[in-house]
Structures are given as C-alpha cells and as structure tokens.
C-alpha cells in the first residue's frame, strides 16, 4: 500500500525558542507561536490519525504553566478531519507518539477509534518521575492527568499497547525510541510515493537544526539516546514531519506573540 500523509491544523502554542535548542545554543531568548499539529493517513484500508492535539487551551496554562494556547475557528479536530471528508466517527485507529497534553488531549473525541500507544508511555505518563512541582511542566512534566485518566478508565478496552516496535500495516511501522523526548516515544514511519515520511512527535522540532545542523532539541530524557534517535531517523526517512514546525502546516499564519 501506499499513503498519503495530511497535516492537520489543531492548535497554536506560544513557547520559548530556546525550547527548539540543546542546552539553548542559541541567541533567541524570545518566545514563538508555533502549530500543534496532528496527522491523517489515508491509502490503507480505514484512515489513520497520528496525535490528537489539546484537550484544553486553559489546562495548558493553568496546570502546566505554559504560555498563551489557542484553538481558532476551523483548528478543531473535528473540522479539520471534515476538510477530508471524514468525521470523528470514521476514524478507527489513533496512533500517539507520546502521551504529553498536546499529543494526547483529543481522544475522548473520537468515538470508535483503539489507542495504539507503547505501554512504556503509558506508564511513564501514569507515574512521571520528576521534581514534586515545576513552574513550567506542572507535577506531571507536561503529562494531563486528565488524558492518563481516561486512557485507563473510560479508553481502556479500546487502548492497544506496544511493547516496542511494531508494524501496524504494511507500509506503516511504529518504531520505538526510549528516553528520547520522553520515556516511550515513538515515530510512525509511512511509505508514500515521495518515499519514506516520518511522523516523528516532539523529538525533531526543527528539521534544519535538529537533524540538518545535528542540534537536540531542549527538552530529552536522555542526551545520547536523543542523539540516536534523531540519526536513526535521518537515515530512515526521506520526509520528517515534526509536530510543531509551522512549515508543515500548510496555511499556517502565527499569530503575533503577544497577540
């Protein structure tokens, strides 16, 4: 089979650009609205969705002490699967890259889809290990309580998880990366005919400075485990779909910050 692998606007976040940065080797100190994206997958038997976006624009800043989020008119889920012609309903399997609160807020949205996610993430996401409280991150390291309640309560029959990786269709593959950007991170690869595209989550931010120039991004787990995800991924891919990189989303005009 062969893909095809949409976009799909859902989000805006205001973030600091030192976010992008290993150890924030950079001289931009200010603050950039970038998209939260999540993707579609068309060309096998049913439509696929990699990521769902936020649960809510305010958890974002109230629980995680982040900056302004957005949902603008046309950035729900449900809207921009209708772009496609489909609705909430039609989407049977949702692929998550990692649990934190942009990645995994959608879910409750959709109605007969199974959740296919690594249980290391699960689990890391269940009972994060870090510091009691952060201004930044919250006491969950950017992990919703209420998007880990539900993936193991109200979800949890239609919850699928991997023990490492795994081919979900031909031509479509989840490979695992632990302790990269977070404990289970995991790229979706899909063969299309521009060859072989890489739905990578948050470990690539920015593909001219993350895997181009070999720069991290500045928020791992692990330096060298970070390090390798990011080659492995350049040598696998001829296309490499970051979640937040605003020249993925096609239309895409930021909001000014501040705005």
């Known amino acids: 089979m062969t893909y095809r692998v949409h976009p799909l606007l859902v989000g805006e976040a205001e973030v600091a650009q030192t976010l992008d940065v290993f150890w924030s080797l950079t001289r931009e100190t200010g603050r950039v609205a970038v998209p939260i994206l999540a993707f579609l ?17 305010g958890r974002a800043m109230d629980v995680h002490g ?6 603008r008119e046309g950035w729900t ?3 921009q699967l209708r772009n496609h012609g489909l609705d909430l309903e039609d989407i049977p399997t949702v692929i ?6 942009d990645h995994a807020g959608g879910c409750n949205q959709l109605p007969r889809a199974r959740f296919v996610m690594q249980r290391s993430e699960l689990m890391a996401a269940a ?3 870090g510091p009691k409280d952060l201004d930044i991150g919250g006491k969950d390291l950017f992990f919703d309580r209420k998007d880990v309640a539900g993936l193991v309560d109200d979800l949890w029959e239609r919850v699928d998880l991997l023990e490492g990786d795994a081919e979900i269709l031909p031509g479509l593959h989840c490979v695992v990366y632990p302790n990269s950007h977070t404990p289970g991170s995991q790229c979706v690869y899909v063969e299309t005919e521009e ?10 931010r920015k593909v001219e400075l ?3 120039r070999c720069v991290p991004p500045g928020l791992f787990y692990d330096l060298e485990s970070m390090r390798r995800a990011i080659d492995d991924i350049r040598f696998r891919s001829d296309r490499i779909l970051p979640a937040h990189d605003p020249e993925v989303a096609p239309g895409y005009e930021p909001t000014p910050v501040g705005g």
Do not use: F, K, Q
């Open 210 to 212: 993350n895997v181009d």
């Open 195 to 204: 060859g072989m595209v890489s739905i990578v989550g948050d470990m690539v």
């Open 77 to 79: 889920l449900e809207s």
């Open 96 to 101: 998550l890259t990692h649990l934190h609160y």
């Open 66 to 71: 982040l900056g302004p989020h957005r949902i």
């Open 41 to 57: 997958v068309e060309g096998g038997p049913d439509p696929i969705l990699v990521d769902t976006g936020m649960r809510d624009p």
């Open 127 to 129: 009972a994060p290990i």
